[in-house]
């Protein structure tokens, strides 16, 4: 039962251009959804968070746009770096369950020259 | 300020030997977890922690299990290694319950089981 689904398991994106990486979900209790980044041999770090009471939320070149009726989220950066060339994966949690977070399977992203 | 320390970060064990995965945090922060990723998979949670004391299974917790007698420590225990619990395991850290501030994790330990 994976109630937080990243369907693309890849995406290659040219430097330069927006990287959109999608998830959805499908427990309506989920209320707070976030963007971790993971390179090879470290842990996931935190790249950005959006409450169920907002549609988008903003840092920098990182969006989250979140969809609620359509149970789906999605992460733009732009413009892609080199750098951002890692695995992303999405986490959602629901209040009141002591933050632990559901993570989707992941997508690598590869940013090309 | 270290962070999330979690050791060791690679052992090979012996199916039905017993070890202890160590992660240690300096943040004193309440609430710490365990999560496994297997390869293609996100992270799974096995046990967690809001505080000293007090610890509570995730949604993988068979053949684990855990102690929380200070802030600071939040150690895993295999209790008979089994093939089925090769993976990377993160520990992972959070001052407290607001929404606000996301988890910390450490680097992961490798453990592979043959």
């Known amino acids: 039962d994976q109630q937080v689904k990243q369907n693309s398991p890849s995406l290659s994106v040219q430097e330069g251009r927006i990287s959109i990486l999608n998830c959805d979900y499908t427990n309506s209790m989920f209320d707070y959804f976030l963007w971790y980044k993971k390179y090879p041999a470290e842990g996931p770090t935190f790249l950005i968070s959006i409450s169920s009471i907002k549609d988008k939320n903003e840092d920098g070149r990182f969006t989250v746009f979140l969809n609620k009726s359509a149970k789906h989220l999605s992460l733009h950066i732009v413009p892609s770096q080199p750098g951002d060339s890692a695995v992303y994966f999405c986490?959602?949690?629901?209040?009141?369950?002591?933050?632990?977070?559901?993570f989707g399977t992941g997508t690598r992203l590869q940013v090309t020259l | 300020n270290a962070g999330v320390t979690q050791t060791p970060k690679f052992r090979i064990l012996k199916i039905g030997q017993s070890m202890t995965l160590q992660c240690a945090q300096d943040?004193?922060?309440?609430?710490m977890y365990w999560y496994r990723q297997d390869p293609g998979m996100g992270l799974k949670l096995i046990y967690y922690s809001v505080g000293a004391g007090i610890t509570d299974k995730g949604e993988v917790p068979n053949g684990y299990n855990v102690s929380r007698s200070t802030t600071e420590d939040f150690p895993l225990r295999l209790e008979l290694a089994a093939p089925s619990q090769t993976s990377v395991y993160f520990c992972a850290t959070k001052p407290n319950s607001s929404p606000n501030q996301p988890q910390h994790f450490g680097d992961g330990t490798r453990l592979s089981i043959l």
């Open positions: 943040m004193n922060h309440n609430y």
């Open positions: 986490a959602a949690s629901e209040t009141g369950t002591a933050s632990k977070l559901t």
